[in-house]
């Protein structure tokens, strides 16, 4: 993260107050989403989970290593 050369801890302490309450909040939401959907889950439906994102990571995975070679 750039820091300016004008910050102060005023301006990082209004930063956290900002940051802080955005994790929490990102946090209970997938807590909440996951007690949502944990009863339509098995063990089928996230084995394809499973193997579909991690397709996805590989692709995206060589096509960052394909673009770092151009």
């Known amino acids: 993260m ?13 930063f956290l107050l900002g940051l802080f309450p955005t994790i929490v909040v990102t946090d209970l939401l997938k807590i909440s989403l996951a007690r949502k959907i ?20 590989l692709l995206f995975g060589l096509r960052l290593m394909y673009l770092s070679m151009n």
């Open 2 to 14: 750039m820091v300016s050369e004008n910050a102060n801890s005023k301006s990082f302490f209004i």
């Open 38 to 57: 944990s009863a339509y889950l098995n063990a089928n439906i996230l084995f394809y989970l499973k193997v579909g994102s991690g397709a996805i990571l």
